[in-house]
């Protein structure tokens, strides 16, 4: 089986009985970036854990080329699908070659040391990042951007195809957020299959092949980002007015409405995903 | 020329480890109130197993006072500094805490209070050491049995329950001090409490040996896994470590460890909690080599605090206080040399 399909289908599932998904369903292919949009609150990190087989839906299934989630081995899972987390402090100085070797431990099994050739794919994966000159500097001591790229790194180490990102950019300066969805696109290119979530609609009409916006648990449009994210959606899933705009290049922009001050308070309810789903 | 994390292998490390430590025994083995050259051990050792000739009445005396009265106490002195050390670096990376030690689960609590109650049962000393060692397993199962009451609570959930099931156990201990007899033996519990390896004999730490060791082999083992859990829980998910049975797998063997530490010696503290931070000044972060490092380093750190409590006085320092002495200054000077990040 080479390069499956990811398909999640009718997500549902609650916490405490408060509903969090329902019927999201959300497909990653090879050769794709797809990015997951939502507001605070709408469920973006849960389906995330969902679509890792870190936590099972309570309904619906997650599909790994045709066969459920749940009847992967873990080992064998972590070997298609890899997860890039928030960037965080870890509280041991590992360096960062040895977070990124940590990449080899579905390949390497548990309990062996890794051989020449895991350190080989470990390199590259640094090399192929341009982080080479950090291999041997703490992972505690260096910046944000540096500490994303290793758990890039770490992913592609890993040998999976299909990357999950977690909010990649947040945290990052300008230029690394700029420099990081430019390579997403290329690694895509190379027929990665990559999934992130984020907060910037700008990001996803920079980088992405398709968009998913996920709005009350539900998913509430699919398709290429210039299609799906109309002033009329964006303004919905936000709360805020804002006009998507075409600069005389043919670039598309989104930038909050000019005239926002004089929408009616009582169309942007602050939190509107939890008051609605409580009540 | 590799990182100072990679230098060595777990291959290349372990004979470097031994020698370092059968230096060091060898060394503990020479001092005390009649000190010892090294040769004159070197030419027992010979004699016993065959190679050369001695009189009589000397082998029989350097038997008495090698074998007999040092040996035990060394042996005891490596397998309580390399327990101690090694679960105390097992622990601060399944807490994902460097401030953490053996302690942190109730385990230290739990024997001191079982030490406490076989001596004032007036119980045979082999029952006061089993009691010791149930009563350190029962206060960590009582710790994870609490933090199993909340429903995902993770290790958070874990330390509270660690630290309520720490000050029951402690509190039942003042009860036992309270009712024993102050004469005679309030005093036994108080010195135990202090620690101490002049109780250790030959067939006891022979036996304590073997599950000693497996436990510190096992932990070892499982240092890369423990690598990616220091990285948050859902990450080793996703690296396709099984969490939940690793986590408990190393809390149990560390209990275990730690347990028969206190009942081989009373209760020895600050070891568990900066050796690993020397070892990890050593060797880096990763569990793999830490662990051994810090078995081998645990295990010359109580040999020299056996050998000054031995010989700084005419009569022997509890080594329980010779560890906190030494500990509390070494502990400050591994804090400034560390890297940061941590705090």
Redesign the interface.
């Known amino acids: 089986m080479s390069d499956p399909t990811l398909s999640a289908s009718q997500i549902r599932h609650a916490y405490r009985g408060r509903t969090v998904l329902h019927d999201a369903s959300l497909e990653l292919a090879p050769g794709q970036v797809v990015s997951l949009l939502g507001a605070n609150g709408a469920g973006k990190s849960t389906l995330l854990?969902i679509i890792?087989g870190?936590l099972p839906p309570q309904g619906g299934e997650v599909r790994l080329g045709g066969r459920p989630l749940r009847d992967y081995p873990?080992?064998e899972?972590?070997?298609h699908?890899?997860?890039v987390?928030q960037v965080?402090?870890?509280?041991?100085?590992?360096?960062v070659?040895?977070?990124v070797l940590?990449?080899r431990?579905?390949a390497t099994g548990?309990?062996?040391?890794p051989g020449h050739q895991d350190r080989m794919i470990a390199e590259q994966a640094l090399a192929r990042l341009g982080i080479g000159h950090l291999?041997?500097r703490?992972y505690?001591?260096i910046s944000g951007g540096e500490r994303q790229m290793a758990l890039i790194a770490r992913a592609l180490a890993?040998g999976s195809r299909l990357l999950i990102l977690d909010e990649p950019a947040t945290g990052l300066d300008y230029g690394n957020q700029i420099a990081l969805l430019d390579l997403l696109r290329s690694l895509a290119a190379e027929g990665y299959g990559i999934l992130k979530t984020t907060h910037h609609p700008d990001h996803v009409l920079a980088s992405s092949d398709r968009v998913a916006i996920l709005k009350d648990g539900h998913i509430i449009a699919d398709g290429p980002p210039e299609n799906v994210m109309s002033a009329a959606l964006l303004s919905d899933l936000y709360g805020v007015a804002i006009a998507p705009t075409r600069l005389p290049d043919g670039r598309l922009v989104i930038l909050p409405a000019a005239d926002r001050a004089r929408r009616p308070p009582s169309a942007a309810p602050i939190f509107p995903s939890t008051l609605e789903l409580s009540a | 020329m590799l990182p100072r994390s990679e230098r060595w292998s777990l291959f290349g490390l372990s004979p470097v480890l031994i020698i370092v430590v059968a230096l060091a025994m060898l060394g503990a083995l020479c001092i005390g109130r009649y000190p010892l050259p090294v040769h004159d051990i070197l030419r027992f050792l010979g004699a016993s197993l065959g190679l050369g000739d001695m009189p009589a009445a000397e082998y029989d005396t350097l038997y008495n006072l090698i074998v007999r009265i040092r040996l035990p106490r060394v042996l005891a002195a490596v397998l309580v500094g390399a327990s101690l050390s090694t679960a105390g670096a097992a622990f601060q990376g399944v807490f994902r805490n460097p401030l953490v030690s053996p302690g942190l689960l109730g385990v230290l609590a739990g024997s001191a209070f079982g030490a406490a109650l076989g001596i004032l049962l007036g119980l045979p000393w082999a029952s006061v050491q089993i009691l010791t060692f149930a009563m350190g397993v029962a206060a960590v199962g009582l710790g994870v049995g609490i933090a199993g009451l909340f429903r995902g609570g993770g290790i958070v959930m874990m330390v509270l329950g660690g630290i309520v099931s720490g000050a029951l156990f402690t509190s039942l201990l003042s009860m036992v001090k309270y009712a024993a007899d102050p004469y005679n033996q309030l005093p036994a519990i108080v010195y135990w409490l202090m620690g101490s390896l002049a109780m250790a004999d030959l067939g006891q730490v022979g036996a304590l040996a073997v599950p000693m060791l497996l436990g510190i082999g096992l932990l070892v083992a499982l240092g890369r896994p423990l690598d990616a859990l220091t990285m948050g829980d859902d990450e080793a998910r996703s690296l396709g470590v099984p969490v939940r049975s690793i986590r408990y797998t190393i809390i149990i063997l560390s209990t275990l460890i730690s347990a028969m530490t206190v009942s081989l010696a009373g209760m020895i503290g600050w070891v568990g909690l900066i050796v690993p931070h020397i070892a990890r000044l050593l060797v880096g972060p990763g569990n793999a080599l830490l662990l051994p490092t810090s078995a081998a380093i645990g295990a010359c750190f109580l040999l020299a605090s056996d050998g000054l409590s031995r010989t700084l006085t005419t009569t022997e320092i509890p080594i329980g206080i010779v560890t906190e002495l030494i500990g509390i200054p070494g502990f400050l000077l591994v804090l400034g040399r560390a890297r940061k990040g941590w705090l």
């Open positions: 854990r890792l870190l873990r080992r899972l972590a070997g699908l890899a997860y987390p965080h402090a870890t509280p041991f100085p590992y360096s070659r040895q977070v940590m990449g431990l579905p548990l309990f062996a040391a291999a041997e703490p505690t001591e890993q």
